[in-house]
């Protein structure tokens, strides 16, 4: 009876291994089926993008022709051709320069001559007044490139007199340069000058600067050792002043 019972479980074992062993080669060959077919498709269509992008070409034969090999594979041909092309062009070209170039110390470069009509233009931002005037051209600008010219201009900038700094000069510029015409513009805006007066410490003592910082308006006996040490450190670095009333406060303040 035991044996029977035995035989029927390895009976049903061995029938569910063989079902299950045919649906895996089954399901495993429709898989495999299914991958080739779409690896053809792939192929076609690499094929066909190669052909499109004109990396592949087929011909009525049927043979296929990789256009990049080829390119690879010609390609120090090629550059002797090119090389032998880019010689022949050279030379012409040299021919023709031989007949029309020009050599460049020749050209002469556009400078101020003192018979060179000098414009200056000045302009009141604060007014909307303009002014004009012909002048003689001024010895230092004799000479001058444009280039030069510019260089000079942005160097006044940033060096401005005291008088062009109390007026509110803003800008320099050139407006138009030629060996005939030269034309300069200063523009000025008395409203952008805050502060007037500069203080700083000297030698122990207090020294009052206009704006520009150069200009001496006042060396005081005001001393500052009995100040505190910040604000000894303030006037080693410079304080600005707005205007007189400000400028005589803070002096009377320091000498208290």
Do not use: W
Not at 25 to 52: G, H, P, W
Not at 68 to 75: E, L, P, W, Y
Not at 126 to 150: D, F, W
Not at 182 to 201: G, I
Request: charged share 25%.
């Amino acid at each position: 009876m035991k044996i029977k019972k035995a035989f029927v479980y390895f009976i049903s074992f061995f029938s569910l291994a063989v079902m299950f062993s045919v649906c895996y080669f089954l399901s495993y060959r429709n898989a495999l089926k299914k991958f080739n077919e779409n690896a053809v498709e792939r192929n076609k269509d690499l094929i066909l993008s190669l052909e499109q992008n004109g990396f592949l070409q087929i011909d009525k034969e049927g043979t296929s022709t990789n256009i990049a090999q080829n390119v690879s594979n010609g390609q120090t041909g090629n550059s002797t051709a090119n090389m032998n092309n880019s010689d022949a062009v050279n030379n012409a070209n040299n021919l023709d320069s031989e007949d029309n170039s020009v050599p460049v110390d020749t050209v002469d470069e556009a400078i101020i001559l003192p018979s060179t009509q000098y414009i200056l233009q000045t302009y009141d931002l604060t007014t909307g007044n303009m002014a004009e005037e012909e002048l003689k051209v001024p010895s230092y600008l004799v000479g001058l490139t444009r280039i030069q010219v510019i260089e000079y201009l942005h160097n006044y900038m940033n060096d401005l007199t005291f008088d062009e700094f109390k007026n509110g000069l803003t800008s320099f510029e050139l407006l138009t340069f030629s060996e005939k015409k030269v034309t300069l513009r200063k523009t000025y805006n008395k409203d952008l000058v805050e502060n007037q007066f500069f203080l700083k410490s000297q030698n122990g003592k207090i020294v009052v600067y206009y704006g520009d910082q150069k200009t001496v308006y006042e060396y005081t006996e005001v001393t500052v050792e009995h100040l505190t040490q910040y604000e000894q450190l303030k006037l080693e670095e410079g304080i600005f002043v707005k205007d007189e009333e400000e400028l005589y406060s803070i002096l009377e303040n320091y000498s208290s």
